[in-house]
Antibody, heavy 124, light 112 residues
């Protein structure tokens, strides 16, 4: 069974940092791109960042560029999101999502598996 | 960035009736390989999204055939041919043509 499990969320003050993790099982981790998608309270979905299977392609939404860093450790089957200089508008449920398509170079794909999400609340 | 606009924001449909959701992209998501880089997701309350359709019209494995996707270029539709109670959810379109992936604002489907 494919599983993606996010962790690391919590309450943090504006300007501080958090590191999210996503551990996966049930598929060959280093064959697939992975992404972070967030959902503000009562709001829609927003893609945050993505990384391809070998870390050769990385992308971010403009609002997090220079503040967030996505990375992966294929030896640990883990995905990370380092979130610095947090803002109130970063508040939301952060999902880890798996891209369709084995060993695609780009990040251009749909997401066929999602975790349950980890909640990030940025507030003073 | 490509802006995805869904309509309507919400709709109420009787059980067994057809429901159609529209999605319009601000620029074409049809690539030179003749594929439309467009997906549809279903999100039920308290759950993560679930992939229904990709390449605009390819149904994901396990998705009931009452769900279908159509369209090309900038205009797309998701149709539920015979609405069931378990289809109550918010539906999102997503483009993956551009390097910045974007979603539509969502359409809430309810039972009339």
């Amino acid at each position: 069974e494919v599983q993606l499990v996010e962790s690391g969320g919590g309450l943090e003050q504006p300007g501080r940092s958090l590191r999210l993790s996503c551990t996966v099982s049930g598929f060959t981790f280093d064959d697939y791109a992975l992404h972070w998608v967030r959902q503000g309270p009562g709001k829609g979905l927003e893609w945050v960042a993505g990384i391809n299977w070998n870390s050769g392609a990385i992308g971010y939404v403009d609002s997090v560029k220079g503040r967030f860093t996505i990375s992966r450790d294929n030896a640990k089957d883990s995905l990370y999101l380092q979130m610095n200089s947090l803002r109130a508008e970063d508040t939301g449920l952060y999902y880890c999502a798996k891209g369709i398509g084995r060993r695609h170079y780009s990040l251009s794909h749909a997401f066929d598996m999602w975790g349950q999400g980890t909640m990030v609340l940025v507030s003073s | 960035d490509i802006v995805m606009t869904q309509s309507p924001d919400s709709l109420a449909v009787s059980l067994g009736e057809r429901a159609t959701i529209k999605c319009k992209s601000s620029q074409s998501v049809l690539y030179t390989n003749d594929k439309n880089y467009l997906a549809w997701y279903q999100q039920k309350a308290g759950q993560p999204p679930k992939l229904l359709i990709y390449w605009a019209s390819t149904r994901e494995s396990g998705v009931p055939d009452r769900f279908s996707g159509s369209g090309s270029g900038t205009d797309f539709s998701l149709t539920i041919s015979s609405l069931q109670a378990e289809d109550v959810a918010v539906y999102y379109c997503q483009q993956y043509y551009d390097t910045t992936l974007t979603f539509g604002g969502g359409t809430k489907v309810e039972i009339k």
